[in-house]
C-alpha cells in the first residue's frame, strides 16, 4: 500500500464558490530529498463531479482492491474544498491506479490503471460529472514558465473552442475529459477566448504555469503547475 503524506497545496484560484485546504510537508526540516535519496511523486486531487467524492489510490502489483477502505486517500467535499494534495517517496518509478468513489452513495466508481510516475513527477487526478456518469481523468503536469508571460493548460469537462490572440495566434477545438497543449499569452487580458467570451487571467501570477479547468465558456478552477 501506498502510504501517504499529506503536503502543502499548489497555489490555485477558485472562479466559483469553493475553497481549498493545505497541511504541512512531509519532508523533514533541513534534509532535501536528494540528500536521503528519494524522491518525492505527488497527486493533486480535484472534484468538479458535483457531490463529495473519495479518492483511492494504490500501486498496480498490489494484491488488494484499490476500493479498498485501506487505499483512500482523501474525501474532497465539493463546492467546499475543491482540491487537495497527497506526496510519497520512492527511490524508483511506480506504476499507481487511481479510483474516485461517490462518498454518499459508495456504489458510483471511476478510475484509471496502471499510471507511471517517474521520479519527481506530479499527477493531476480530476473527478468531474459527465452526464450523469463520475468519471476520472488523468494528466501529468507539464509546467513550462516563461518569465513575463503567462503559461496555460487547459482542462474541459465540455467541448470548448480555443482561441489564442496573442504573438502566436491559435484556434484549438478541444473535447471534454481532455487537456490542451500548452498555450502561452502575453497579456492576461483579452487574449484567451473561450468559445465566444473572452477571458481575463489576471489573477493569475506572470511568469508561472497553469492548470484551467472549463466549463465550455466559463473557467471553474486555476491551478499552479509546479
Known amino acids: 500500500m501506498i502510504r501517504v503524506a499529506l503536503t502543502a497545496l499548489s497555489t490555485f484560484i477558485l472562479f ?4 481549498g485546504s493545505s497541511s504541512d510537508s512531509s519532508e523533514p526540516s533541513g534534509v532535501t530529498m536528494d540528500e536521503i535519496s528519494v524522491r518525492t511523486l505527488g497527486i ?7 457531490a463529495s467524492a473519495d479518492f483511492f489510490v494504490k500501486e498496480s502489483s498490489g494484491a488488494s482492491s484499490l476500493f479498498d477502505e485501506d487505499n483512500k486517500v482523501f474525501s474532497v467535499t465539493n463546492f467546499s474544498s475543491y482540491y487537495h494534495s497527497i506526496s510519497w517517496t520512492s527511490a524508483t518509478p511506480l506504476e499507481v491506479d487511481i479510483g474516485t468513489q461517490d462518498t454518499n452513495s459508495q456504489t458510483t466508481h471511476a478510475l484509471q490503471e496502471d499510471i507511471l510516475m517517474n521520479n519527481k513527477e506530479k499527477l493531476w487526478a480530476i473527478a468531474w460529472n459527465d452526464e450523469g456518469s463520475l468519471t476520472l481523468s488523468t494528466n501529468i503536469q507539464n509546467p513550462s514558465p516563461v518569465e513575463d508571460k503567462y503559461r496555460l493548460r487547459i482542462f474541459a469537462v465540455e467541448d470548448v473552442t480555443i482561441t489564442v490572440n496573442s504573438t502566436a495566434f491559435s484556434v484549438t477545438n478541444l473535447s471534454k475529459g481532455n487537456f490542451s497543449n500548452q498555450i502561452l499569452l502575453d497579456n492576461c487580458n483579452k487574449e484567451l477566448i473561450l468559445g465566444a467570451n473572452q477571458k481575463d487571467v489576471c489573477d493569475l501570477e506572470v511568469g508561472k504555469s497553469y492548470l484551467l479547468i472549463v466549463n465550455g465558456e466559463d473557467v471553474l478552477l486555476a491551478a499552479e503547475e509546479k
Open 16 to 19: 466559483a464558490c469553493g475553497g
Open 44 to 50: 493533486d486531487l480535484v472534484n468538479i463531479s458535483g
